[in-house]
């Protein structure tokens, strides 16, 4: 969520932003249908994370696929769930616009890092036009955290890519 958060507001305020770094992050979906399958996804999700003890609502979360990697090194207990459910609902995928096409427009240097193990991000972010000001970095043997699974490659990484041009 966060990810798709940042290239809108770099978007917004070109000024203000020099550089990006999405890691594992949706670019939006497209197709309607997809839209309605995720908007109805995420109601149920939401309903659960009010109803459901959070214990129980973080082992359903986090045995998700592409969150299985996450569960293993960090799960958040301290969580509101009524708020929470309304940053889920009001920041689902399938609410947001798909920036894939705003990426060309973007002047910012943008790194988008994913896990070779996170099969739907990878796939997803192979997908992402080859620009000049665009890199798309895919760690070997890591999930949909690479920055809690990896922290000193990680690290190494964003540190390049920082420092160069």
Not at 101 to 126: A, M, T
Request: glycine share 6%.
């Amino acid at each position: 969520m966060g990810g798709r958060l940042a290239l809108l507001f770099a978007k917004r305020y070109p000024r203000k932003v020099k550089r990006l770094i999405i890691i594992s992050s949706h670019l939006g979906l497209q197709n309607p249908s997809e839209r309605k399958k995720r908007w109805k996804q995420d109601k149920i999700w939401a309903e659960k994370l009010q109803k459901e003890p959070m214990e129980t609502f973080l082992n359903n979360w986090y045995s998700q696929s592409v969150l299985q990697s996450v569960g293993k090194v960090k799960r958040t207990r301290n969580i509101f769930p009524k708020e929470a459910a309304k940053v889920l609902l009001g920041l689902s995928t399938a609410k947001q616009q798909n920036l894939t096409e705003e990426l060309s427009s973007l002047p910012q240097q943008i790194l988008f890092i994913c896990g070779s193990e996170d099969e739907k991000y990878s796939l997803l972010y192979s997908k992402i036009p080859h620009l000049p000001h665009i890199r798309v970095l895919t760690l070997s043997g890591v999930g949909h955290a690479p920055h809690l699974e990896t922290p000193q490659l990680f690290a190494k990484e964003v540190l390049q890519f920082l420092k160069t041009g």
